[in-house]
């Protein structure tokens, strides 16, 4: 079946440093990923996306590329701000799948300090 | 802006007693869905729906019904609460065009407590 596995937590960075949160996925076929965000007490909001090798997605300075051949969707932020405190999941589609579902990782807190 | 609306926020609960979760949309998705979010284990589908009168069952159903009578509404059930269900519950929904493109749109979460 399908999985996802993310870098344990939490990750504290100083305000300005290298993000990178690791995310490697295992699936039938060739799956859609992408990157949710978590802020406190809200419900996750679509951060990021690719749906084929290669492709590089890209949203409020993170990026993502989708590596088919390591299957990873690492995430990267070149200096990251107090506001990007949040829980990120890394997330895949299956476009074979009837359920029309999301398999989700586990979660990476993420926690800046000014 | 509603968006996706989730009801209650919080709830307690004893052992063996009902509940229902409300979930609403004002997109005119036809796509729903409930996930739970436990700790280290990220979000596991409970039941989904591809259409008013259409339900199915996802990764953990057990425990758990759903009915869709309308676009907009998608309950959830708890006939008899358990410990093990103590959870955040997520409604998520989306077109049915962007399921398979990962677009889904969240509401706030749940959380449920059964002692």
């Known amino acids: 079946g399908n999985s996802v596995t993310q870098m344990e937590g939490p990750v504290t960075l100083s305000e300005e440093a290298f993000l990178t949160i690791n995310c490697t996925y295992t699936?039938?076929?060739?799956?859609?990923l992408f990157w949710y965000v978590q802020y406190p007490g809200e419900g996750l909001q679509l951060l990021l996306k690719?749906?084929?090798?290669?492709d590089k997605g890209s949203n409020k300075g993170f990026e993502a590329t989708y590596r088919k051949e390591t299957t990873s969707f690492h995430l990267e932020k070149g200096s990251v701000q107090v506001s990007d405190s949040a829980v990120y999941f890394c997330?895949?589609?299956?476009?074979?799948?009837?359920?029309?579902?999301?398999?989700f990782g586990s979660g990476t807190r993420l926690q800046v300090q000014p | 802006n509603a968006g996706v609306t989730q009801t209650p926020k919080f709830q307690v609960l004893k052992t063996g007693q009902s509940m229902t979760l409300q979930c609403a949309q004002d997109?005119?998705?036809?796509?729903m869905s409930w996930y739970r979010q436990d700790p280290g284990m990220g979000l596991r589908l409970i039941h989904y729906?591809?259409?008013?009168?259409?339900?199915d069952q996802g990764e953990v159903p057990n425990g758990y019904n759903v009915s869709r009578s309308t676009t907009e509404d998608f309950p959830l059930r708890l006939l008899s609460a358990a410990p093990s269900q103590t959870s955040v519950y997520f409604c998520?929904?989306?077109?049915?065009?962007?399921?398979?493109?990962?677009?889904?749109?969240f509401g706030e979460g749940s959380r449920l407590t059964v002692l």
């Open positions: 690719a749906t084929k090798a290669d």
């Open positions: 998520a929904s989306s077109h049915s065009g962007q399921t398979n493109t990962g677009e889904l749109f």
């Open positions: 997330a895949l589609s299956d476009r074979n799948t009837g359920r029309r579902a999301l398999t």
């Open positions: 997109m005119n998705h036809e796509y």
């Open positions: 699936a039938t076929g060739y799956p859609s």
């Open positions: 729906s591809v259409g008013a009168g259409i339900t």
